[in-house]
C-alpha cells in the first residue's frame, strides 16, 4: 500500500510547474491520502482507490488551471500583437487605397486641364481673329455702328479671358496632374509591396503617411484657394517627398575651424568605418563626384532654364492681354473722323498681334515646359538628398546597401553602374565646378 501511495505521490504524476500555491495544494491533498493509509485493510482498499480516484481528479483540476492560466496568458499576449500587426497592415492597405485613388483623379483632372488649354486657346484665337476683322470692315460698311461695337465686344471679351486663361495656365496644371499621377502609382506599388514582403511597422506606415501628406502639398487637386504659384518670385525644384529628421534640426553656429575640424573628423571618422554592407572607399568618392557634379551642372542648369521659360512666360502673359484690350479701346473710335481709319487698323494689328501671342503662350505650352524644368531640378534635388544622407550616415550597416544603392542611383540616372566610376575624379578638391564640363544624367 505505501508503494502505491510512494507511486501516485512521486512517479505516477507529472507535474508541470504551476504557481506556489498550487504545488501546495498538491502536497497537501497527497499528504491527507498518505494519512488514509491508516486504517484496517478492508476499508483500506476502498478508501485508496476512491482516494487515488479523487487525488487523481484533483491533479488534473490544478493542473488544466494552471495550464490555462499561462495557456491564456501567452494567448493574450500573442492576440495582442496580431491585433497591432493587423492594424498596421490595415492602415498601410488604406494608404495604398488613396494611392490608387489619387492617381485616377490626377488622370482625370490632367486630362480635363489639357482639354482647356486647347479650348481656350482656340476660343481665344477665334474671338481675336474674328473681332479683327469686323474692325477691318466696320470703315467700308454701312452699319459701321453695328460691327465696330461687335468687334469692341469680342476684343474686351478675348482680353479678359486670356488674363484669366494667363493666370491659371493650364498647360502647366496639366503637366503638374501627370507628373502626380506617375508619383502616386509608385507610392501605390512602393506600398503594395512593402505588405508583400513582411508585416508593417509603425515606422514604414508613418513614411507612407509623410509621403502622402508631401504629394498633396507638392499637387494640389482643387484650383482655389491651393493652386500653386505659377509666378513664383524664386525659381525652386520641385519636392514631393517629405522633410527627413535630420534636415529639420538647427544648424549650431559655431566658429569656421571647429567646424572644418569636425568636418575632418567625421571624414575621417567615415573612412575608417567605410567597410560592408556593400560600401567601398572607392564607391563613397564616386558618390561624392556624383553629388558633386548634380549640384553644379544638373540641377543648377535646370534651375536656370526654368528661370528664362517663366521670364518669357511673364512678358507673354502681359503682352497678350494688353494687346487684345488696346485693340478693344481703338474698335471704339472706328468711324470717328480721320481717326477712323488709324483706328480700324489699330484694332486689326492689336487683335492679330494679341491672336500670335496667345499662340506662342498657350499653342507651344510655355508654362508646361517651366513646370517641366522645375519637375526635373526636383528629381536631381531628390538624388542629392538620397546620396547626402547615406553619406552622412556613420555607420554603413544603417545606411542602404551599398551595391543596390548604385544600381538605384545609375538608373535614375539613366547610366549603368561601371560609368559612374568615371565621376570619382570630381570628388577631388583639385577639380573646379568650371571644370566639369558633363552631366550626371542623361534621361532628364
Known amino acids: 500500500m505505501e508503494s502505491l501511495v510512494r507511486s501516485l505521490a512521486g512517479g505516477g504524476v507529472v507535474l508541470p510547474p504551476p504557481a506556489r500555491q498550487m504545488r501546495r495544494r498538491r502536497w497537501c491533498?497527497?499528504?491527507?491520502?498518505?494519512?488514509?493509509?491508516?486504517?484496517?485493510?478492508?476499508?483500506?482498499?476502498?478508501?485508496?482507490?476512491?482516494?487515488?480516484?479523487?487525488?487523481?481528479?484533483?491533479?488534473?483540476?490544478?493542473?488544466?488551471?494552471?495550464?490555462?492560466?499561462?495557456?491564456?496568458?501567452?494567448?493574450?499576449?500573442?492576440?495582442?500583437?496580431?491585433?497591432?500587426?493587423?492594424?498596421?497592415?490595415?492602415?498601410?492597405?488604406?494608404?495604398?487605397?488613396?494611392?490608387?485613388?489619387?492617381?485616377?483623379?490626377?488622370?482625370?483632372?490632367?486630362?480635363?486641364?489639357?482639354?482647356?488649354?486647347?479650348?481656350?486657346?482656340?476660343?481665344?484665337?477665334?474671338?481675336?481673329?474674328?473681332?479683327?476683322?469686323?474692325?477691318?470692315?466696320?470703315?467700308?460698311?454701312?452699319?459701321?455702328?453695328?460691327?465696330?461695337?461687335?468687334?469692341?465686344?469680342?476684343?474686351?471679351?478675348?482680353?479678359?479671358?486670356?488674363?484669366?486663361?494667363?493666370?491659371?495656365?493650364?498647360?502647366?496644371?496639366?503637366?503638374?496632374?501627370?507628373?502626380?499621377?506617375?508619383?502616386?502609382?509608385?507610392?501605390?506599388?512602393?506600398?503594395?509591396?512593402?505588405?508583400?514582403?513582411?508585416?508593417?511597422?509603425?515606422?514604414?506606415?508613418?513614411?507612407?503617411?509623410?509621403?502622402?501628406?508631401?504629394?498633396?502639398?507638392?499637387?494640389?487637386?482643387?484650383?482655389?484657394?491651393?493652386?500653386?504659384?505659377?509666378?513664383?518670385?524664386?525659381?525652386?525644384?520641385?519636392?514631393?517627398?517629405?522633410?527627413?529628421?535630420q534636415q529639420r534640426a538647427p544648424i549650431n553656429n559655431t566658429s569656421p575651424s571647429s567646424s572644418s575640424s569636425s568636418k575632418a573628423a567625421n571624414g575621417a571618422g567615415r573612412r575608417a568605418a567605410t567597410a560592408g554592407n556593400g560600401w567601398t572607399q572607392e564607391l563613397e568618392e564616386e558618390m561624392r563626384g556624383i553629388l558633386r557634379v548634380i549640384k553644379a551642372k544638373d540641377e543648377n542648369e535646370y534651375v536656370s532654364v526654368g528661370k528664362m521659360v517663366l521670364a518669357l512666360n511673364k512678358h507673354l502673359a502681359v503682352a497678350g492681354p494688353a494687346l487684345a484690350g488696346t485693340a478693344a479701346l481703338a474698335a471704339a473710335f472706328i468711324g470717328a473722323g480721320e481717326a477712323g481709319a488709324w483706328a480700324s487698323g489699330a484694332a486689326v494689328l492689336g487683335g492679330v498681334l494679341a491672336a500670335a501671342v496667345n499662340t506662342v503662350e498657350h499653342g507651344w505650352q510655355v508654362g508646361m515646359l517651366f513646370e517641366l524644368c522645375r519637375n526635373v531640378a526636383g528629381v536631381y534635388r531628390k538624388i542629392r538628398e538620397d546620396i547626402e544622407a547615406n553619406l552622412e550616415e556613420g555607420d554603413v550597416e544603417r545606411r542602404e546597401n551599398g551595391e543596390v544603392f548604385e544600381t538605384k542611383v545609375a538608373l535614375q540616372l539613366g547610366r549603368s553602374p561601371s560609368e559612374l566610376k568615371q565621376f570619382r575624379v570630381m570628388a577631388s578638391p583639385a577639380v573646379k565646378d568650371g571644370d566639369i564640363k558633363d552631366f550626371a544624367g542623361k534621361l532628364v
Request: glycine letters at 4%; proline letters at 5%.
Open 29 to 245: 491533498t497527497v499528504a491527507s491520502l498518505r494519512g488514509s493509509f491508516g486504517v484496517g485493510a478492508a476499508t483500506a482498499t476502498c478508501t485508496a482507490a476512491d482516494r487515488r480516484r479523487q487525488l487523481v481528479d484533483e491533479l488534473r483540476l490544478v493542473d488544466d488551471e494552471g495550464g490555462a492560466v499561462a495557456t491564456s496568458g501567452r494567448s493574450a499576449t500573442a492576440q495582442q500583437q496580431m491585433i497591432d500587426v493587423g492594424c498596421e497592415v490595415e492602415k498601410l492597405r488604406a494608404v495604398a487605397d488613396a494611392a490608387a485613388d489619387r492617381a485616377d483623379m490626377h488622370d482625370i483632372i490632367g486630362r480635363q486641364r489639357d482639354n482647356w488649354n486647347h479650348l481656350l486657346l482656340h476660343s481665344n484665337n477665334s474671338l481675336l481673329l474674328a473681332a479683327s476683322v469686323m474692325a477691318a470692315l466696320a470703315p467700308a460698311a454701312p452699319g459701321v455702328v453695328a460691327l465696330k461695337a461687335s468687334a469692341g465686344v469680342l476684343l474686351a471679351t478675348a482680353a479678359v479671358t486670356m488674363a484669366a486663361v494667363n493666370k491659371i495656365q493650364p498647360s502647366q496644371l496639366a503637366e503638374e496632374q501627370r507628373n502626380a499621377t506617375r508619383l502616386w502609382r509608385q507610392l501605390e506599388r512602393d506600398v503594395r509591396a512593402a505588405l508583400e514582403l513582411a508585416p508593417p511597422t509603425k515606422a514604414e506606415v508613418q513614411d507612407a503617411m509623410d509621403r502622402m501628406l508631401a504629394l498633396d502639398a507638392a499637387y494640389p487637386l482643387p484650383l482655389l484657394p491651393v493652386m500653386l504659384d505659377k509666378f513664383p518670385k524664386a525659381v525652386e525644384p520641385t519636392r514631393w517627398w517629405p522633410i527627413k529628421k
